[in-house]
């Protein structure tokens, strides 16, 4: 399995020399270290592709370590339908150069020939792409040769590649936006890339491509002796361009016609269909209502279409952390039966498919379950996911999990451990936290809102308090009240700090007593500007890093506020924070304030309050004033309004590394007037390090 004949590695180093003019290259190791690339010493790992050969053996490209610098793609096979697999036969690893090798595809040619297609990248995207392929002539050998790869241009391979009935090669690829190019020095989420302190060194490279960004297809018309591109040939609708990972993937109707499947960056995908070799294709029409995920849609070899997707048909919801689905369609697309429930697990994402000749599908899937980094692998048919059709929740009868990975698990076990252990280097001075949404301009702004805001603030003396809502000229208004004490950070939603008719979510600070070492922005959607996961509105997070000067602390405040409209939408967004307060934090003390338009009794607070290191303040203060009344006002006295005690705004913190001493609902008028529809929140506490 590990030789490989001196002629070949000549080949190899003679092209990679010859490749380098024309794409940034990675000579394959055909004879990979056993021990160095075993996938239980990896940081992380995921199945990219599968692929079986016509007597059973499945492939699999596996990444390695993620997709920045650090990543790298293996190779490796089972003869027993994945209960065991080989050493990497194949190892493309360039992390010496700092170059990113993924977007892993496998596809078994009409000639019997197994073919792997990779991009390279500088760093995590450098706005352009290394399109490159591999093949090997005897795939189910005990010694498969593979040959020297050669270049195919830029882009980056999204799907597994079709041959029409004429005999024309498709390779669906895509050339992403340039709003994805990456920057490694960046923290944990990047900020928009125009922001001076994180832009990318290739943020005015490769301007022209920029016609060709979007979905489209490479061609052969030779079985793949050569290759022509046609990118960037579907270009509407808009959302297909600008998203981060548009993914397009093909399949072939009766008729002869080549449909495609797009990602679009909000919460739909896209078909279109050509008869012209991917020059030209018809206008894009709605293919289905989806996730914000990566998708699978595969034509089987009975002419059925199999899609594998996060959530259920019937839910008719863009994004609930429900699972992952099979379904299969006999008129390409217009109608769905069947939702074989592949995996219950909320973090279970990136499906790829692979059919068997004797008609097995098999599908392997990536999850991040708290701790763990797991890939699972299931072995199904038609008439499994037919059935399920009357029971959509059953599961599947084969399934099993394969390639744990060790390393990412204790990392991941090491990040929530730091955040549940007990601190115990106290500080001896408090300070008071808030929240508070002052809502945008109406109602009387300023005549009426500003004077009893500012009265509220000087009375109750926040230290430090995250808002939402406010426009920029009513932070100025405010500034021009308290700036002798307060600064403030914030994003504005629309992604321009210069915009003043969208609202921020700013985190103002008492300037004597904290000083800012870091901030950030983190977008409850699929691009920064843009709603997702069926929200109505753009939504963000603003973090920022405080030194406490009297006590010399460090703490994380992050603040933000949820989408009024979409349900699902505030789920997801109860996922990223606490990703995010795991990720940027990682066990340092944090406060979490939003408008979160999420009671008690709501999925997206318990998602946060059942967390293992996120609690409400509101149920752990030993002290708590006013919680009998809700925290939305409509400018209203209490004494007008029920008493339920239910709240959309709060305060949630790492109990680990904060103690509390008083929770308050603010619930005080100023000569009759408020400063705006909700009320505000504060706590007195004190941190740990």
């Known amino acids: 399995m590990k030789k490989i004949s001196i002629l070949l590695l000549s080949i190899m180093a003679a092209f990679a020399a010859y490749a380098g003019e024309v794409g940034l290259k990675v000579t394959p190791n055909l004879s990979p270290d056993a021990t160095k690339y075993a996938m239980a010493k990896q940081a992380s790992t995921q199945i990219t592709a599968l692929e079986t050969t016509v007597k059973g053996r499945l492939w699999a490209s596996v990444l390695c370590n993620g997709d920045g610098a650090e990543g790298f793609l293996s190779l490796v096979y089972s003869d027993s339908q994945g209960k065991n697999w080989s050493d990497a036969v194949v190892v493309l690893d360039a992390c010496a150069d700092k170059l990113a090798v993924r977007n892993g595809i496998l596809w078994l040619s009409p000639k019997g020939e197994l ?7 500088d760093g995590y995207y450098d706005g352009r792409g290394s399109l490159w392929a591999m093949i090997c002539k005897n795939p189910e050998a005990a010694q498969p040769l593979w040959e020297a790869p050669h270049y195919l241009g830029v882009g980056v391979a999204t799907g597994r590649p079709m041959a029409d009935k004429q005999g024309v090669w498709y390779l669906p690829s895509a050339l992403w936006g340039r709003d994805v190019m990456y920057y490694d020095k960046a923290p944990f989420i990047a900020n928009r890339w125009d922001t001076p302190r994180f832009a990318s060194p290739y943020a005015g490279s490769y301007l022209e491509l920029d016609s060709k960004r979007g979905a489209g297809v490479y061609i052969s018309t030779d079985e793949g002796k050569t290759w022509s591109e046609n990118l960037g040939a579907v270009k509407c609708p808009n959302e297909v361009i600008k998203a981060r990972y548009n993914n397009p993937q093909l399949f072939c109707y009766d008729d002869g016609k080549v449909g495609m499947v797009v990602r679009a960056s909000g919460t739909a995908w896209s ?22 995920q990566n998708f699978a849609v595969h034509r089987l070899a009975d002419g059925k279409l199999l899609m594998v997707r996060n959530g259920r048909f019937d839910h008719h919801l863009h994004w609930l952390p429900e699972g992952l689905f099979a379904y299969l369609s006999e008129d ?27 008609g097995s599908i098999y599908i392997a899937m990536h999850s991040e379950p708290e701790a763990k980094c797991e890939n699972s692998l299931v072995i199904t048919s038609v008439a499994e996911i037919d059935a399920a059709n009357a029971d959509p929740m059953n599961s599947p009868s084969n399934k099993r999990v394969v390639l744990t990975v060790g390393n990412a698990g204790e990392g991941a076990a090491a990040l929530t451990k730091v955040l549940t252990t007990p601190k115990t280097d106290w500080a001896s001075e408090p300070f008071r936290l808030a929240t508070y949404n002052i809502q945008y301009p109406i109602m009387g702004w300023p005549e009426k809102r500003l004077e009893p805001l500012i009265a509220l603030l000087k009375e109750y003396d926040f230290d430090i308090f995250g808002a939402q809502e406010p426009y920029l000229h009513q932070i100025e208004d405010m500034m021009r009240h308290i700036g002798d004490e307060y600064a403030w950070v914030g994003t ?22 904290f000083e800012v070492l870091d901030f950030d922005t983190v977008w409850l959607t699929d691009e920064a500007g843009v709603p997702g996961y069926g929200a109505r509105s753009c939504r963000l997070f603003v973090w920022a890093k405080f030194l406490d000067k009297k006590s010399n602390k460090v703490f994380y405040h992050f603040n933000g506020h949820y989408d009024h409209r979409g349900i699902e939408a505030r789920v997801v967004a109860s996922y990223i924070v606490l990703d995010m307060v795991r990720k940027v934090a990682k066990g340092m003390p944090a406060f979490v304030t939003a408008d979160y338009n999420s009671d008690e009794k709501s999925r997206p607070y318990k998602v946060l309050q059942e967390s293992p290191f996120l609690e409400d303040t509101m149920t752990d203060s030993p002290v708590t004033v006013n919680r009998e009344y809700q925290s939305i006002s409509g400018y209203k006295p209490v004494t007008t309004r029920a008493v339920n005690g239910m709240h959309i705004d709060h305060v949630f913190y790492t109990p680990n590394s904060i103690k509390l001493s008083h929770w308050e609902l603010i619930v005080k008028d100023y000569n009759g007037y408020w400063g705006s529809d909700h009320h ?3 706590v007195d506490c004190v941190i740990a390090n």
Do not use: M
Request: glycine fraction near 6%.
């Open 271 to 292: 078909y279109v269909a050509t008869t012209s070799n991917g020059k030209e294709w018809s206008a894009v029409e709605r293919f289905v209502s989806a996730p914000d």
């Open 492 to 513: 504005n939603v629309t992604g321009d700090n210069s915009d003043r008719t969208h609202h921020f979510n700013p985190i103002f600070y008492r300037k004597s007593r």
């Open 115 to 121: 073919w792997l297609f990779y991009s390279v990248f």
């Open 680 to 682: 505000p929140i504060f």
């Open 332 to 358: 390409c697309g217009q109608s769905w039966y069947g939702g074989l429930r592949l995996a219950s697990d909320v973090a279970t994402i990136n499906p790829v498919v692979a059919e068997a000749k004797d």
